[in-house]
């Protein structure tokens, strides 16, 4: 393998390199075959899964999700993407929440209004972009509880993306 001169300041996309060992034993001889192979850095081609919501004071909601599996993330995973939008008026624009870090499976989504309707949904990405989005939540918070939308209006709604 060779190795070019870096660049300060540039971007570098850096795969995963492995190496594995074949060895054969023939007549008291061992021979030995060295591979090297590498993978791609690609975004995840899963969404986080479990995703809830839960009031969290007068004006915020708490979303929480389970990690995206190892086998789904295609690389190093820098953290997750939280979208949410107020869904009152159609030309609301979305706003998302990022974590820096790939451990955090939690934020708090600020300046959510009692009353209103708001579609959230939660996203993994690596160095090389975002992955695929999970099904569309439809939350009311009212001022102690939420209402979750109805099961035939959220299939109706993900089924529309």
Not at 127 to 140: A, F, K, N, V
Request: net charge positive.
């Amino acid at each position: 393998m060779k190795l070019l001169p870096l660049i300060p300041f540039t971007h570098l996309f850096v795969k995963s390199l492995y190496q594995t060992t074949f060895l054969t034993i023939q007549r008291n001889h061992v021979h030995s075959i060295l591979i090297y192979h590498c993978t791609s850095v690609l975004v995840p081609s899963r969404a986080p899964t479990n995703v809830q919501v839960e009031n969290h004071g007068f004006n915020k909601l708490l979303v929480k999700w389970d990690p995206i599996p190892k086998q789904y993330v295609n690389g190093r995973l820098q953290g997750y993407k939280v979208f949410y939008k107020n869904t009152r008026y159609y030309y609301n624009s979305e706003k998302t929440v990022t974590t820096g870090n790939s451990d955090i499976t939690q934020v708090i989504l600020p300046n959510i209004q009692t009353g209103d309707r708001y579609q959230i949904s939660v996203a993994g990405f690596t160095p090389r972009g975002q992955g695929p989005r999970s099904s569309y939540l439809y939350i009311t918070k009212g001022k102690y509880h939420l209402k979750h939308a109805a099961i035939n209006d959220i299939f109706h709604c993900v089924n529309m993306r």
